[in-house]
């Protein structure tokens, strides 16, 4: 059936917007993105992260804690400066979405910092839902939310590339920011339980969509919409040892069944539904991988940088961590390349 | 009967067409639940200005043989068949069905008037309509004076039809009725004898063209029953209200 053609807010900012998205916890999602983004900055793209987890990880990452605290003491007054301190007028229904400013890390990102508060505008989504089902403004304006806070600070800071870190669950919000987004990547780790996820995640991703499309189709004139089609830009295998220039046996069985699973429980369920959503073949569907660079780990969450801009740690180590990210941000700049986004 | 053969390629096209709207339901129930709970929402549209409501889906199979009349159809007169999954939605506007079902043909004022009201707070666009089918004069009047289109109903039926639609761009469509309760009796009726195909029997037609007399009459009847109700009672109130005057004058004395 022809779609309503995907107009979300009128004037939706040329940024691509993507979520590294996963329900299983502990897969390094974070850490990805803030060495992607690094690596996407130093290409000279202009990258903002918005931190959509009620637990601010991403925000503790790269913001020093004391700075974090304040940020979150005074996040309902008009300095407030986190994703709720925008959302929270519409929220409370005492007005509309106030505007807000992104933080500038030291690598050159911009951040939406989180708010722990976030987990009560979840609670709304699921009323909000209901209400797009029903047709109903209010229901459109809260589902199209994030979307909007997000647009602004795209506009302003002109940037390229959005990336969201949202928290390991299939709830509401994560419903709404996958729907905002052009594309999304599934970081996985070498493990059984991140193989198991996939199926959920694939099925899960699938209904949402199909719900919006419904919703969207049926839609009243002049509401905004969510763009509601985020294509798979692939996986990105993380969390394994190398062994003599190869990845170690026990990781190597696991990063064969992702692929697989990756093909059957992602693109051909998404395949169903519109061919364009998931394009890659077999082999395509691997965006990247990531050994385990454990001792940057911890420097680099001690400096709030990436890997490769930290200044403790072996060099080695450093440039092999950069030809990764620099290759997965490659990647993501081809492969995004003509999105229709205006 | 003459018939006239529809060849594969025909059919496979009306299978075709029938699939779409299957793999389309969904969407379709979504909507009528949306025109229902739109309707539910109003403080007026229920008892005792409206006697119920109802809803439902067109069968699969009832799709399959309108289509396949409008083809037969076209194949006689040696026309084209317009239709096509790109636009059986605009095409077919009573896949989504909702009636509205009430007493006597003249609350049918207020209903429209609410009903108005009701779609344009709620952003729906009035697609076509409303158009009343009658075939009784007097109230083909009626539908005149309070300015509803009127078709003569070669069914012998009388409703009003609305066809709504959600927004500009997309084709879906709702068709709501509106009819009385005794139209409704007539009308499922009717349905059951001659639907989806004419019923062979005589007598059958010849009583249910009947039926649609005594059925008119009915209505016209309780009609006349509400509007002398009302007349009694605004009377009896009158002589109440002369009453109270009365008694609450000074009395002279004697």
Not at chain 2, 52 to 77: C, F, G, I, T, Y
């Given at each position: 059936m022809a779609k309503k053609t995907s107009n979300p807010s009128s004037d939706r900012h040329r940024a691509i917007r993507i979520a590294l998205y996963n329900?299983?916890?502990?897969?390094g999602k974070t850490t990805l993105i803030i060495n992607i983004a690094a690596a996407l900055s130093k290409l000279g793209k202009r990258v903002l992260l918005v931190?959509?987890?009620?637990?601010c990880n991403l925000t503790s990452y790269l913001v020093e804690a004391s700075v974090v605290d304040d940020w979150l003491d005074k996040s309902?007054?008009?300095n407030g400066a986190t994703i709720w301190s925008a959302l929270r007028p519409f929220s409370e229904g005492i007005g509309e979405l106030k505007s807000i400013s992104a933080s500038e890390t030291p690598d050159g990102i911009f951040l939406i910092p989180g708010d722990i508060r976030l987990s009560r505008f979840e609670e709304d989504l699921n009323q909000i839902w209901i209400e797009c089902f029903q047709r109903k403004v209010h229901g459109f304006k809260g589902a199209t939310a994030i979307s909007e806070i997000v647009n602004g600070v795209a506009k302003k800071e002109k940037i390229d590339f959005v990336f969201y870190d949202v928290g390991p669950n299939i709830g509401p919000l994560n419903r709404v920011v996958l729907l905002d987004c052009d594309y999304f990547i599934i970081p996985a780790a070498c493990d059984l339980f991140s193989v198991r996820a996939l199926k959920t995640l694939g099925h899960s991703l699938a209904s949402w969509i199909r719900d919006w499309n419904t919703i969207s189709q049926l839609a009243p004139d002049d509401v905004p919409l969510l763009p509601g089609q985020p294509k798979f830009l692939g996986y990105i295998l993380q969390r394994f040892k190398m062994y003599g220039g190869a990845m170690a046996e026990a990781f190597s069985s696991y990063a064969a069944k992702l692929e697989k699973s990756a093909h059957s429980d992602i693109v051909m369920v998404l395949r169903e539904i519109d061919a364009n959503l998931a394009k890659g073949t077999l082999s395509q569907n691997k965006l990247g991988q990531v050994k385990d660079f454990s001792s940057l780990v911890i420097y680099s969450q001690e400096e709030g940088k990436s890997f490769f801009t930290?200044?403790?740690?072996?060099e080695g180590q450093k440039q092999e961590a950069k030809t990764a990210f620099t290759s997965i941000a490659n990647n993501i700049i081809a492969q995004t390349k003509g999105h229709s986004s205006n | 009967m003459k018939k006239v053969i529809i060849n594969k390629q025909q059919r496979k096209l009306i299978d075709e067409l029938v699939n779409y709207y299957i793999d389309n339901k969904r969407l379709l129930q979504v909507l009528l639940d949306q025109v229902a709970s739109s309707v539910s929402?109003?403080?007026?549209?229920?008892p005792p200005l409206i006697h119920s409501v109802k809803s439902r889906l067109k069968d699969p199979e009832h799709l399959r043989d309108k289509l396949q009349r409008k083809m037969v159809e076209a194949n006689e007169k040696q026309?084209?068949?317009?239709?096509?999954t790109k636009n059986l939605f605009s095409k077919i506007n009573d896949l989504a069905g909702y009636r509205i079902i009430h007493?006597?043909?003249?609350q049918f004022q207020e209903i429209d008037t609410e009903l108005k009201n009701i779609l344009g707070e709620q952003s729906?666009?009035?697609?076509?309509?409303?158009s009343a089918r009658t075939w009784d004069d007097e109230y083909r009047e009626y539908f005149n004076t309070i300015g509803v289109d009127v078709n003569r109903s070669p069914n012998l039926y009388t409703s009003v039809h609305y066809i709504i639609k959600?927004?500009?761009?997309?084709?879906v469509t709702c068709e709501i009725q509106v009819r009385t309760l005794m139209e409704e009796v007539w009308g499922e009726v009717d349905h059951s004898i001659n639907y989806p195909h004419k019923s062979e029997s005589h007598s059958c037609r010849e009583q249910i063209k009947v039926l649609a007399r005594v059925t008119s009459s009915s209505s016209r009847l309780v009609d006349s029953i509400f509007s002398s109700h009302k007349d009694f009672q605004e009377h009896a109130a009158g002589q109440m209200a002369n009453l109270k005057t009365n008694k609450t004058r000074p009395k002279k004395k004697k």
């Amino acid at each position: 059936m022809a779609k309503k053609t995907s107009n979300p807010s009128s004037d939706r900012h040329r940024a691509i917007r993507i979520a590294l998205y996963n329900h299983k916890g502990g897969v390094g999602k974070t850490t990805l993105i803030i060495n992607i983004a690094a690596a996407l900055s130093k290409l000279g793209k202009r990258v903002l992260l918005v931190d959509t987890d009620p637990q601010c990880n991403l925000t503790s990452y790269l913001v020093e804690a004391s700075v974090v605290d304040d940020w979150l003491d005074k996040s309902e007054t008009p300095n407030g400066a986190t994703i709720w301190s925008a959302l929270r007028p519409f929220s409370e229904g005492i007005g509309e979405l106030k505007s807000i400013s992104a933080s500038e890390t030291p690598d050159g990102i911009f951040l939406i910092p989180g708010d722990i508060r976030l987990s009560r505008f979840e609670e709304d989504l699921n009323q909000i839902w209901i209400e797009c089902f029903q047709r109903k403004v209010h229901g459109f304006k809260g589902a199209t939310a994030i979307s909007e806070i997000v647009n602004g600070v795209a506009k302003k800071e002109k940037i390229d590339f959005v990336f969201y870190d949202v928290g390991p669950n299939i709830g509401p919000l994560n419903r709404v920011v996958l729907l905002d987004c052009d594309y999304f990547i599934i970081p996985a780790a070498c493990d059984l339980f991140s193989v198991r996820a996939l199926k959920t995640l694939g099925h899960s991703l699938a209904s949402w969509i199909r719900d919006w499309n419904t919703i969207s189709q049926l839609a009243p004139d002049d509401v905004p919409l969510l763009p509601g089609q985020p294509k798979f830009l692939g996986y990105i295998l993380q969390r394994f040892k190398m062994y003599g220039g190869a990845m170690a046996e026990a990781f190597s069985s696991y990063a064969a069944k992702l692929e697989k699973s990756a093909h059957s429980d992602i693109v051909m369920v998404l395949r169903e539904i519109d061919a364009n959503l998931a394009k890659g073949t077999l082999s395509q569907n691997k965006l990247g991988q990531v050994k385990d660079f454990s001792s940057l780990v911890i420097y680099s969450q001690e400096e709030g940088k990436s890997f490769f801009t930290v200044t403790d740690g072996a060099e080695g180590q450093k440039q092999e961590a950069k030809t990764a990210f620099t290759s997965i941000a490659n990647n993501i700049i081809a492969q995004t390349k003509g999105h229709s986004s205006n | 009967m003459k018939k006239v053969i529809i060849n594969k390629q025909q059919r496979k096209l009306i299978d075709e067409l029938v699939n779409y709207y299957i793999d389309n339901k969904r969407l379709l129930q979504v909507l009528l639940d949306q025109v229902a709970s739109s309707v539910s929402s109003s403080q007026k549209l229920r008892p005792p200005l409206i006697h119920s409501v109802k809803s439902r889906l067109k069968d699969p199979e009832h799709l399959r043989d309108k289509l396949q009349r409008k083809m037969v159809e076209a194949n006689e007169k040696q026309k084209r068949f317009m239709i096509t999954t790109k636009n059986l939605f605009s095409k077919i506007n009573d896949l989504a069905g909702y009636r509205i079902i009430h007493l006597h043909t003249t609350q049918f004022q207020e209903i429209d008037t609410e009903l108005k009201n009701i779609l344009g707070e709620q952003s729906w666009i009035l697609h076509e309509g409303p158009s009343a089918r009658t075939w009784d004069d007097e109230y083909r009047e009626y539908f005149n004076t309070i300015g509803v289109d009127v078709n003569r109903s070669p069914n012998l039926y009388t409703s009003v039809h609305y066809i709504i639609k959600a927004n500009k761009d997309n084709p879906v469509t709702c068709e709501i009725q509106v009819r009385t309760l005794m139209e409704e009796v007539w009308g499922e009726v009717d349905h059951s004898i001659n639907y989806p195909h004419k019923s062979e029997s005589h007598s059958c037609r010849e009583q249910i063209k009947v039926l649609a007399r005594v059925t008119s009459s009915s209505s016209r009847l309780v009609d006349s029953i509400f509007s002398s109700h009302k007349d009694f009672q605004e009377h009896a109130a009158g002589q109440m209200a002369n009453l109270k005057t009365n008694k609450t004058r000074p009395k002279k004395k004697k």
